[in-house]
């Protein structure tokens, strides 16, 4: 749920300012809003959960397993490839939203294990 709900909702003003720009015919402007949302969110409310989380007694760690990893690595591949030109076309937005539905439905089923348990124990 906060994969998928939090960023949508969380971000409503960007999008809506990256879909009203494009559509006036400035596609490098509504690029520059969604890819700069996306790297304001990573700097700065990522870090910024992780220390409220050790102030409220509740430890979030940045340790992610290998599969969101991967994940996190072709996602990141992919934007690169989409805004490498700093043009767009439907089919590379349709590319990106195909994505974003695919690690939805895969991070949904996928079981998933705790990295940190392991750090907790020792063995």
Same mark, same amino acid.
């Given at each position: ?5 939090? *960023? #949508?909702?969380?971000?409503?003003? $960007?999008?809506?300012t =990256? /879909?009203t720009?494009?559509v006036k ?9 969604? /890819?700069?949302?996306?790297? +304001? #969110?990573?700097?700065?409310v #990522? *870090?910024?959960? /992780? ?7 509740? %430890?979030l760690?940045?340790?992610?397993? %290998?599969? $969101?990893? @991967? ?7 992919? @934007?690169?490839? @989409? @805004? =490498?030109?700093? +043009?767009?076309?439907?089919? $590379? ?9 695919? #690690?939805? /439905?895969?991070?949904?089923?996928? %079981?998933g294990?705790? %990295? ?8």
């Open positions: 749920v906060g994969l998928i709900l939090l *960023p #949508i909702v969380g971000n409503a003003a $960007e999008h809506l =990256a /879909v720009v494009s015919d400035k596609l490098d402007l509504s690029i520059g809003v969604a /890819v700069g949302s996306s790297i +304001q #969110i990573s700097l700065l #990522i *870090p910024f959960i /992780v220390i409220l989380g050790w102030i409220i007694g509740k %430890p760690t940045l340790l992610f397993d %290998p599969f $969101e990893a @991967v994940v996190l690595f072709l996602t990141v591949i992919t @934007v690169n490839y @989409v @805004v =490498a030109d700093g +043009q767009s076309n439907w089919l $590379e937005g349709m590319i990106l939203m195909c994505l974003y539905v695919v #690690i939805a /439905v895969a991070l949904w089923f996928y %079981p294990n705790d %990295p940190a348990s392991r750090l907790l124990t020792c063995s």
